[in-house]
T-cell receptor, first 113, second 110 residues
Framework: EPEVTQTPSHQVTQMGQEVILRCVPISNHLYFYWYRQILGQKVEFLVSFYNNEISEKSEIFDDQFSVERPDGSNFTLKIRSTKLEDSAMYFC???????????FGSGTRLTVV | TQLLEQSPQFLSIQEGENLTVYCNSSSVFSSLQWYRQEPGEGPVLLVTVVTGGEVKKLKRLTFQFGDARKDSSLHITAAQPGDTGLYLCAGAAGAQKLVFGQGTRLTINP
């Protein structure tokens, strides 16, 4: 069964450092997303991406965050200067169409120290 | 702000019993999805419901979308230990965004 692949599975970084989280969505999917889940809290929307541009973003997704699809397969989330409160599980997801269910990756656990 | 509230938050029952989990909102959603999430993993899609009043079955799991598309339920018949997990509902809000409930942690005791 096709899957969304995320790397790394764990990342520890110092406050103020830049991190890049990587995702390979399912190949025939057109919509790509990043969500995050702080320990013990709800899964929260960060950003959606379609046709090589951001289609929607949340208030969490400020100037410190950016997304990119540098080639035909990868989809990345960059946090420019990490804060302690960025510590969370970050999930990439993709979907074939807007109203279809999403396929989520296994996540990257980001710990900012 | 659109919110989804799930109830109960925790449910522990014996194998073979039936159960229903609820997902409620004051907002209308264009569709609603149910996921199951294991510890340390991403949510796994169970079903998407789109039409008000829609009912979908997945083996012993029955999902219903409310007529007004503001609420949904998940009913499990003859629960088994393998059904143990965190069940999440998520509503489609905005163009391409899901709003998640806080989840129902289900434990089925042998």
């Amino acid at each position: 069964e096709p899957e969304v692949t995320q790397t790394p599975s764990h990342q520890v970084t110092q406050m103020g450092q830049e991190v890049i989280l990587r995702c390979v969505p399912i190949s025939n999917h057109l919509y790509f997303y990043w969500y995050r889940q702080i320990l013990g809290q709800k899964v929260e929307f960060l950003v959606s991406f379609y046709n090589n541009e951001i289609s929607e973003k949340s208030e969490i997704f400020d100037d410190q965050f950016s997304v990119e699809r540098p080639d035909g397969s990868n989809f990345t989330l960059k946090i420019r200067s990490t804060k302690l409160e960025d510590s969370a599980m970050y999930f990439c997801a993709s979907s074939e169409a807007r109203s279809y269910g999403y396929t989520f990756g296994s996540g990257t656990r980001l710990t900012v120290v | 702000t659109q919110l989804l509230e799930q109830s109960p938050q925790f449910l522990s029952i014996q194998e073979g019993e039936n159960l229903t989990v609820y997902c409620n909102s004051s907002s209308v959603f264009s569709s609603l999805q149910w996921y199951r999430q294991e510890p340390g993993e991403g949510p796994v899609l169970l079903v998407t419901v789109v039409t008000g009043g829609e009912v979908k079955k997945l083996k012993r799991l029955t999902f219903q979308f409310g007529d007004a598309r503001k609420d949904s339920s998940l009913h499990i018949t003859a629960a088994q230990p393998g059904d143990t997990g965190l069940y999440l509902c998520a509503g489609a809000a905005g163009a391409q965004k899901l709003v998640f409930g806080q989840g129902t942690r289900l434990t089925i005791n042998p």
